[in-house]
């Protein structure tokens, strides 16, 4: 049978693997001129930047996809493990780092808060029940139908999944700076802690379990090691086709898939299809005539995550005191949060996430210089668009609050910036309003409420990516591509599925 799946982003790459796998023929539509969506590589003036994602998590994840072939992952792409994971810069002056040993990080928590340090076992203990339940029980499932997931509410009522992760931390910690440390998870996929359930609180265990890694060569190296070992089973990619249209036969099924390509319009039949774009732009693309009541409802109701403001750049000496994955934290928090999410302007005073990928990977550093890139969380289009007027302006906020806190004369030392703001992800994505990281993952927006991996009404019509659940981040869109995979299983019997669920792989990668 012939799949057409829709994106290049981490999610289709493994949505694509995956069914190749199973024995269909596919074909990957990308309107980009390259893969990777959100984890494309940027070229600026001779040098190559990861345009989004630099932390890996769940690198069992990734391995599964080479195995699926009978490769190693390793022997295309190797990960290297970062230490620290991140450090945490204060507006006190003070720091903390979030490291590989649970040892070392209470002795982390014990310089700012003896008394938290002592309660942090606990607070990881929280955590990986809630990892057990929300990730491996929860992660792959289909939430299809509304009963799946009442099954799994009292539990994660007992863990205090219905609470917020910021009010979560408090039962634990009572120093800010540390309930700040561990409430960070939901901001790298979209959400704010103020709100997002506490179910996000899993993130930490993640990490404790499997790592926090970096691709050697960028996390684009990852992505292109994906897209060859896809042509090398036989997968054909085709770049520069923006999908604008599904048409579906009287049953409702999708029969073609159609895509501009240089002004011509390209006709892909098809028995299946797996989108991986925005769910929304799905949605807006099949007009609401072919979508149910529900997910009517679901359009106009979601809300967005926020926009993300990146800044590229180059200075002409290198910063080896620097860590890897740095963030500067802004002295305001809560009202911070509510400019990021509900604001009408640019902050002045935004946190900060600098990326500097020689720290890890040194041949990444260039001539005499480093390449950085630095990323700050901003209100999305719907909530503030001047742009045009503010992007120098934002830019000249960040580089300052760069070289008093962290690159002490970057404002001399700079060899070139460029950068991208929502306008990019709403034009070049096809993301609506120009959202970093598709919808929010508030808990009114998971699992069953969030948008679903399969068309109500149109039965061959699969979902993955950030936007659908299990929701953003590397693991999450590659994991959506397993519950695809788990539909199309069933949809169509006589193909089996390639694994059984990431318990097994886990057990398995750890075996
Ligand atoms: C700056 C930044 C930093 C991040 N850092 C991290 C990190 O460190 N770790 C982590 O785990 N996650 C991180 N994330 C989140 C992570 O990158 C995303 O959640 C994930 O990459 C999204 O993958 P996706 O499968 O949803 O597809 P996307 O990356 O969103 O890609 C979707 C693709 O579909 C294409 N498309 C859309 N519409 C059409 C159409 N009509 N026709 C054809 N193609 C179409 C788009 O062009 C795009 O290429 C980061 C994100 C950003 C933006």
Redesign the pocket.
Known sequence: MRAIV???????LASALRLRALGHEVDV????PDP?????EFSFHGHSFD???????APWLFDELFELFGERRADSVEFLPCDPWYRLLYADGSEMDLVPSVERQEAEIARLSPRDASRYRGYLEHSKELYRVGYEQLGDADFSSVTSMLKMMPKLLQLGGFSTLWRHTARYFSDRRVRQAFSLPPL??GGNPLTTTAIYGLIHAMERKGGIWFAKGGTSALITQLVALGQRHGIRYHFG???VSLSTDTAQRVTSVE?AHRGEQVVFPCDMAVW???PR?LYA?LGSSRLSLVERIRERTTSSSMG?F?LYFKTKRRYPEVAHHTIVLSERWEGLLRDIFKGRKLPKDPSLYLHRPAATDPSMAVDDGELFYV?APVPHLGNYNDWNLDANRFTKTVVDILSERVLPGLSTELDFTESIDPRYFRD????PLGA???IAPILSQSAWFRFHNRMDKIPNLYL????VHPG??????VTSAKVVERLITRDFPSLQPSQTSIKDIIARTAA
């Open positions: 829709i994106g290049s982003g981490a999610g289709s539509l990308e309107a980009c990777g969506g959100r984890a494309r345009a989004g994602p630099t932390v890996i998590t790298l996929v086709h923006k999908v895509a991986g774009g925005d732009a693309t993300l990146v990323l070049t994505l096809s993301s970093g990281f598709s993955c990516g950030a936007g953003g981040g590397l693991p999450g869109v």
